[in-house]
């Protein structure tokens, strides 16, 4: 096999590709990955709960640093719509509150999440939590790179990722 990049581009290519290091949002792609898989009605209407914002304080020192819908606790809205939150904003509290409606335990969840990138061959990726704030939710950029590839082949998710804003009410 050539390497079709070749001399100093095919260095740089695959420079630091099996090095671990922390990959924050890549997270919530594979959040909404297995959050789709539990087959959710997009048009049903979910309670948010201030404890799912508060999962999220686990991972930063100070919780104003992290990217949140500003919800109260008791807030309803469509799963839709927090789904869209979590990939166009990249909002943390959505993406708990997902978890946490999607129907299994926020621990199978995790594992979940844990599982699908090992089955695609991303090996050396570790998930801890669903938002992508805690720095030990680590990967390779060989294993993003396989990760992005698989998960962006989703339709909904290419559509998250790709709108320029969604707004709701």
Known sequence: NANIYGGIQGDLYEKNKDKIMPIASLTKLISMSVFLDTNPDFEKVVTYSIEDEAKTWEHVENKYSAMRLKLDDGDQL???????ASLIKSTNNS???LAR???ISRVEFISRMN?????WGATSTVFV???GLAPANVST???YAIISSRVLQNPKILEATTL???KFE
């Open 78 to 84: 469509k799963i839709k719509d927090l789904f869209y």
């Open 141 to 143: 950029a060989n294993d």
């Open 95 to 97: 993406v708990e509150t």
């Open 101 to 103: 409606v999607s129907g």
């Open 164 to 166: 320029k804003q969604y």
């Open 115 to 119: 599982s699908k990138v090992q089955g």
């Open 129 to 131: 939590e669903p938002t």
